[in-house]
């Protein structure tokens, strides 16, 4: 093959457009880094600070698990009671799927009823915010300053006996000009009494590493901030000083008080000029801002939705969550789903000593039954539209969460792990499996899949290896580029 001529020569190349070009993409890999590859609860549970104790998500558990004995007792009343796929598929007789086959319905019902009784004994509470906004009301200041206080030694003392979550936090009042002197002064009572209790520290795993995706492994307890009702965006500002100003004063490492923001007004969606307000937000968080939370009944009556119309699925909160998954993609924040305000908590309590009678307990039941199917077509809901975490507010509310989620997982894996696997066995040409067909860019949404399913719960990291051939270091890449980098090699 002769030489080929080309007309662009060093003396009239285009360098400057070129090195803004250069500058230009490396700003956006700066910006755009990529999904964060710590990990993320699949929830946070809101309660009022005035109720917190060291025990409060170990209890939780236990309320959780005694709802579950009661009204759920076995698989099949469960998958039923969620509304799974597969529940029309299963047997009334819960005995007759001990020895279902892997991947049939008995066997789904069966693991996800397993795994979630498994889950509250073991890890009931992923995220705990301690309330002093919503879930807190209206009380005296003298009041709120011993709750901040108290609360943090509680937070402390849960830390030291090893009953805190994996992430905890405090959820302060807004920023706004009637609010804020009573928001900062909360914040600061709180954050001086827990460094103050720990030694002049903060627990294992907070501060900047982690906010840039260091695995959290060796952390104990991760805290946050989050900031509720943002109207204008120096309240965002406002935050980033005042936790200077803290670390300052406690002589903390800088970054080490991390923040999340609520997205909750229609501000935090649209700034007054029709921008797109959160990637001004998180300009002006410096790096300290680590998830957007969506507020679903703050943000519906926002819009004039009226109260018997404000559901998590409404296409106004998806036109929301949208906006959100376009602004944030691709960034190391975190994005959160809101809640289901339908209690499962039956109308009949037993006096103490006593029993409920058949007639009260089915009243409950359906009452119970009723409120989980909800949350899970919510949750469901929310999964499938790409948000991975959401509240919880009720300890009743927790079988329904991984219920959930685990059923979202485990319903599609074996489809997923022959997709993966046989993608990584083509070394990332595409390929045709069935009727669906990859491309390189999928790779990636295939890992990522078994990552989430791992880390929730709902798949062992042993199950995964078999499923797709992957080995545990593969899986610690958390990076589908890396590994085919590897086999290559």
């Given at each position: 093959?002769?030489?080929?001529?080309?007309?662009?020569?060093?003396?009239?190349?285009?360098?400057?457009?070129?090195?803004?070009?250069?500058?230009?993409?490396?700003?956006f890999g700066t910006a755009f880094p990529g999904e964060a590859s710590r990990r993320?609860?699949?929830?946070?549970?809101?309660?009022?600070?005035?109720?917190?104790?060291?025990?409060?998500?170990?209890?939780?558990?236990?309320?959780?698990?005694?709802?579950?004995?009661?009204?759920?007792?076995?698989?099949?009343?469960?998958?039923?009671?969620?509304g799974l796929s597969f529940a029309s598929a299963l047997p009334d007789d819960a005995a007759a799927i001990k020895d279902?086959?892997?991947?049939?319905?008995?066997?789904?019902?069966?693991?996800?009823?397993?795994?979630?009784?498994?889950?509250?004994?073991?890890?009931?509470?992923?995220?705990?915010?301690?309330?002093?906004?919503?879930?807190?009301?209206?009380?005296?200041?003298?009041?709120?300053?011993?709750?901040?206080?108290?609360?943090?030694?509680?937070?402390?003392?849960?830390?030291?006996?090893?009953?805190?979550?994996p992430f905890v936090g405090i959820r302060i009042k807004p920023l706004n000009e009637e609010l804020r002197a009573r928001s900062v002064r909360t914040l600061d009572l709180f954050v001086t009494t827990l460094v103050t209790r720990m030694g002049g520290r903060l627990p294992e795993g907070f501060g900047a590493q982690g906010a840039e995706g260091d695995p959290e492994s060796r952390a104990s307890t991760r805290f946050v901030v989050t900031l509720p009702k943002i109207t204008v965006p120096e309240q965002v500002e406002a935050l980033v000083g005042l936790l200077e100003a803290l670390e300052a004063a406690l002589a903390l490492p800088p970054k080490s008080l991390l923040f999340e923001v609520m997205v909750e007004t229609t501000q935090s969606i649209f700034l007054p000029d029709g921008r797109v307000a959160l990637p001004h937000l998180m300009a002006l968080a410096k790096g300290r801002c680590t998830?957007?939370?969506?507020?679903?009944?703050?943000?519906?009556a926002g819009c004039s939705i009226t109260a018997a119309?404000?559901?998590?699925?409404?296409?106004?909160?998806?036109?929301?969550?949208?906006?959100?998954?376009?602004?944030?993609?691709?960034?190391?924040?975190?994005?959160?789903?809101?809640?289901?305000?339908?209690?499962p908590i039956g109308p009949h309590r037993a006096a103490e000593g006593a029993t409920l009678g058949a007639a009260e307990l089915a009243e409950n039941r359906a009452v119970v039954h009723r409120a989980w199917r909800l949350a899970h077509d919510h949750i469901r809901h929310s999964l499938v539209t790409g948000f991975y975490q959401g509240w919880d507010l009720h300890p009743a509310q927790l079988?329904?969460?991984?219920?959930?989620?685990?059923?979202?997982?485990?319903?599609g894996l074996e489809a997923a792990g022959a997709r993966l696997k046989a993608f990584l066995d083509k070394a990332a040409q595409a390929t045709l499996l069935g009727d669906v067909f990859d491309d390189a860019a999928t790779g990636q949404g295939l890992l990522n899949?078994?990552?989430?399913?791992?880390?929730?719960?709902?798949?062992?990291?042993?199950e995964a290896e078999q499923m797709t051939g992957l080995g545990s270091a593969d899986f610690a890449t958390r990076s589908f580029v890396k590994i085919l980098a590897a086999r290559k090699g």
């Open positions: 093959m002769g030489a080929v001529k080309t007309s662009l020569t060093p003396e009239n190349l285009p360098h400057a457009t070129l090195a803004r070009l250069a500058q230009a993409n490396r700003d993320q609860p699949v929830h946070t549970v809101y309660g009022g600070a005035h109720l917190f104790k060291a025990r409060t998500c170990q209890r939780s558990g236990e309320v959780a698990l005694d709802v579950m004995r009661t009204y759920a007792p076995d698989p099949v009343t469960f998958a039923r009671a969620l279902a086959p892997v991947g049939s319905p008995g066997y789904l019902a069966r693991v996800v009823h397993e795994r979630v009784l498994e889950k509250l004994a073991r890890e009931p509470v992923e995220d705990f915010r301690i309330d002093f906004e919503d879930g807190y009301g209206n009380r005296t200041d003298a009041e709120e300053d011993g709750h901040a206080v108290a609360a943090a030694e509680q937070v402390a003392e849960a830390v030291a006996s090893g009953t805190a979550p998830g957007a939370h969506f507020g679903t009944y703050d943000y519906t119309h404000q559901y998590m699925a409404h296409p106004a909160c998806d036109f929301a969550k949208h906006v959100m998954k376009v602004s944030l993609a691709g960034t190391s924040v975190m994005l959160s789903d809101g809640a289901t305000n339908v209690m079988p329904a969460r991984y219920g959930a989620v685990y059923a979202f997982f485990l319903e899949y078994f990552l989430r399913a791992i880390a929730c719960g709902a798949l062992t990291e042993a």
